[in-house]
């Protein structure tokens, strides 16, 4: 089992940043891809980032430029930094973590409203 929990959501202002948390727990945090979701009210969860254990990074192209994920392998966290934020960003983010044909994790989200 893993054990995933996201934390950072809260108020912002338009154009500004914000920074995501996800503390992993249970397992050898390493050995798994981890990946950011997002869903807005009415829409389905849509991938937004992912990491692989060594770093390797993947975006989707509306947030090429303004997210960045990172991983902290020794604190076993993975970040989402987000920057120029504009009123799409408004849902609730989730982090996800898979290790090869295993299933996957998730957390339970932390919530980003409309940017101010």
């Known amino acids: 089992q893993v054990q995933l929990v996201e934390s950072g959501g809260g108020l912002v202002q338009a154009g500004g940043s914000l920074r995501l948390f996800c503390a992993a727990s249970?397992?050898?945090?390493?050995?798994?891809?981890m990946a950011w979701f997002r869903q807005a009210p009415g829409k389905e969860r849509e991938f937004i980032a992912c990491?692989?254990?060594?770093?390797?990074?993947a975006y989707i192209n509306s947030v090429l430029g303004r997210f960045t994920i990172s991983r902290d392998n020794a604190k076993n966290t993975v970040y989402l930094q987000m920057n120029n934020l504009s009123p799409h960003v408004a849902a609730v983010y989730y982090c996800?973590?898979?290790?090869?044909?295993?299933?996957?994790?998730w957390g339970h989200g932390t919530q980003v409203p409309v940017p101010t």
């Open positions: 990491i692989s254990g060594g770093g390797s990074t």
């Open positions: 996800g973590a898979k290790s090869g044909s295993a299933d996957g994790y």
């Open positions: 249970g397992r050898t945090f390493s050995d798994y891809g």
